[in-house]
């Protein structure tokens, strides 16, 4: 590990979340951009990377392989970055699809002999539920891995956890989120995800469309998409966390892919009793004008600090973002 002040930073994915991150970290004393990977290559500076020269690069020509000259081409880029980088953490920007995806890339951390710490955005219940079946290999492997951290899960989640404590018992956590980005492609994973919740898709049939095909669904849509009851891993981190059961939990939510206007506030409700007998609800709503992608990179890079002072003390395993409180990253 680096100096304590300042952490060397990978990030793999460079799509819409992926770029962003670049950006979120570019004033930031305490963590250096340093690494990257997409899927057809990787860029590694041990004293920085660019953020706009890698971004361009990326919009131009597809890969931040063709970063000069920091960058290689590569089809098992996360696999040739591991062996070439120094690099104390990773946010994992990936794509979960298909829905093993995410876990395996962990179990290609363990399997390097690489530690450190790393972070991901995931989101669905499922997709935590095999990390937790590895939680004994990533202690092993002196790996902290901190999941569920972007937006919901993630920020809402935490709030969940620190509204609770008014409360004896909680009744329900409801999280409703809007999202607005001016056009899906920014996005493609994002919306082809949030696709695989529809009734008559799965993750399977969203990751098989095409551009096109996900292109002509929207149209159909008026670029709308409107989701209920999601299957989000804030309900099992909530459990996890000892603060109400999963079937608590609700996740919804509203995403207009040709408007960056939100339509309307993501807000988390956490309804309970104190221990007065009152039944009553906290609601903590994020301000219009954040977007997605600073409510997913800000938090992460929150966790991934706190995961850094968890790997200092030798603590290693599986956290999730509703028992740790995220550090604030200067
Ligand atoms: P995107 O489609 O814009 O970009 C994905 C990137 O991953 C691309 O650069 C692609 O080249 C790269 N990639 C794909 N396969 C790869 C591989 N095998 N090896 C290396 N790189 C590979 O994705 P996005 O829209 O930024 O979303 C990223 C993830 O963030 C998604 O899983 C999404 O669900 C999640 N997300 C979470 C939240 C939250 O609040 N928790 C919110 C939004 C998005």
Same mark, same amino acid.
């Given at each position: 590990?680096? $100096?304590?002040?300042?952490?060397?930073?990978?990030?793999?994915?460079?799509?819409?979340?992926?770029?962003? #991150? $670049?950006?979120?970290?570019?004033?930031?004393?305490?963590?250096?951009?340093?690494?990257?990977?997409?899927?057809?290559?990787?860029?590694?500076?041990?004293?920085?990377?660019?953020?706009?020269?890698?971004?361009?690069?990326?919009?131009?020509?597809?890969?931040?392989?063709?970063?000069?000259p920091?960058?290689?081409?590569?089809?098992?880029?996360?696999?040739?970055l591991?062996? $070439?980088?120094?690099?104390?953490?990773?946010?994992? #920007?990936?794509?979960?699809?298909?829905?093993?995806?995410?876990?395996?890339?962990?179990?290609?951390?363990?399997?390097?002999?690489?530690?450190?710490?790393?972070?991901?955005?995931?989101?669905r219940?499922?997709?935590?539920?095999?990390?937790?079946q590895? +939680?004994?290999?990533?202690?092993?492997?002196?790996?902290t891995?901190?999941?569920?951290?972007?937006?919901?899960?993630?920020?809402?989640?935490?709030?969940?956890?620190?509204?609770?404590?008014?409360?004896?018992?909680?009744?329900?956590?409801?999280i409703?989120?809007?999202?607005?980005? #001016?056009?899906?492609?920014?996005?493609?994973?994002?919306?082809?995800?949030?696709?695989?919740?529809?009734?008559?898709?799965?993750?399977?049939k969203?990751?098989?469309? &095409?551009?096109?095909?996900?292109?002509?669904?929207?149209?159909q $849509?008026?670029?709308?998409?409107?989701?209920?009851?999601?299957?989000?891993?804030?309900?099992?981190?909530?459990?996890?966390?000892?603060?109400?059961?999963?079937?608590?939990?609700?996740?919804?939510?509203? !995403?207009?892919? +040709?408007?960056?206007?939100?339509?309307? &506030?993501t807000?988390?409700?956490?309804?309970?009793?104190?221990?007065?007998?009152?039944?009553?609800?906290?609601?903590?709503?994020?301000?219009?004008?954040?977007s997605?992608?600073?409510?997913?990179?800000?938090?992460?890079?929150?966790?991934?600090?706190?995961?850094?002072?968890?790997?200092? +003390?030798?603590i290693?395993?599986?956290?999730?973002?509703?028992?740790?409180?995220?550090?604030? !990253?200067?």
């Amino acid at each position: 590990m680096s $100096t304590n002040q300042t952490m060397k930073v990978g990030i793999l994915g460079f799509g819409g979340l992926g770029q962003a #991150a $670049t950006k979120v970290l570019a004033p930031k004393q305490e963590m250096d951009w340093v690494a990257a990977a997409d899927l057809k290559g990787y860029a590694y500076c041990e004293t920085g990377l660019e953020p706009q020269k890698a971004i361009a690069t990326y919009h131009q020509q597809g890969s931040i392989g063709y970063l000069e000259p920091h960058g290689t081409l590569s089809n098992h880029s996360i696999k040739n970055l591991l062996e $070439t980088a120094q690099v104390d953490g990773y946010f994992l #920007a990936l794509p979960n699809l298909p829905n093993t995806f995410m876990a395996d890339v962990a179990r290609q951390f363990i399997a390097s002999g690489w530690k450190g710490v790393l972070v991901d955005a995931l989101k669905r219940t499922s997709a935590v539920e095999q990390l937790l079946q590895i +939680r004994r290999e990533l202690e092993t492997a002196g790996i902290t891995y901190m999941t569920g951290c972007g937006a919901t899960p993630g920020l809402l989640t935490a709030a969940a956890a620190v509204a609770a404590q008014s409360y004896h018992e909680i009744h329900q956590v409801k999280i409703t989120f809007g999202v607005g980005i #001016a056009n899906w492609e920014a996005y493609r994973a994002t919306i082809r995800e949030d696709i695989a919740h529809l009734p008559g898709f799965n993750v399977d049939k969203a990751k098989a469309m &095409s551009d096109a095909e996900v292109e002509a669904f929207l149209d159909q $849509t008026n670029g709308i998409l409107t989701l209920e009851n999601m299957e989000h891993a804030d309900d099992i981190m909530l459990e996890l966390a000892g603060i109400c059961s999963r079937d608590q939990v609700t996740v919804g939510g509203v !995403v207009d892919t +040709r408007n960056p206007k939100k339509p309307l &506030s993501t807000n988390v409700q956490i309804t309970g009793r104190t221990f007065e007998g009152k039944i009553s609800t906290h609601t903590f709503t994020l301000g219009d004008e954040t977007s997605m992608a600073a409510n997913v990179c800000g938090p992460a890079f929150g966790y991934l600090k706190a995961g850094f002072s968890l790997h200092r +003390r030798g603590i290693h395993g599986l956290f999730t973002a509703a028992e740790i409180m995220p550090h604030f !990253v200067r």
